[in-house]
């Protein structure tokens, strides 16, 4: 059975950062390219960083210099360091796993709350 478990939100102030974490147990994790994605209310879910699996990085606009996805291939645990947060950055956050072969397979967490605001 796959798991993603994301942990690390919470309420923070603008200019202050916050890290999560995504756990993934029942996949060969070194494999999976891994992502971060967020959906505020209203609006569509929206990739915000991702790391393949050979270590490969790429940011939404919005975020670059800001955050920095990283994985621990022995953790089996992907990272998102979030600075400089700002009101626009709530919502919630997903991870993702995903491998393409001969056919995707594409795993979710249930997503962690991100609230900047003062």
């Known amino acids: 059975q796959v798991q993603l478990v994301e942990s690390g939100g919470g309420l923070v102030q603008p200019g202050g950062s916050l890290r999560l974490s995504c756990a993934a147990s029942g996949i060969i994790f070194s494999i999976y390219d891994m992502g971060w994605y967020r959906q505020a209310p209203g609006k569509q879910r929206e990739l915000v960083a991702h790391i393949s699996r050979g270590g490969g990085t790429t940011y939404v606009d919005s975020v670059k210099g800001r955050f920095t996805i990283s994985r621990d291939n022995a953790k089996n645990t992907v990272y998102l360091q979030m600075n400089s947060l700002k009101p626009e950055d709530t919502a919630v956050y997903y991870c993702?796993?995903?491998?393409?072969?001969?056919?995707?397979?594409?795993?979710w967490g249930q997503g962690t709350q991100v609230t900047v605001s003062s």
């Open positions: 993702n796993a995903e491998r393409i072969a001969f056919m995707t397979l594409s795993y």
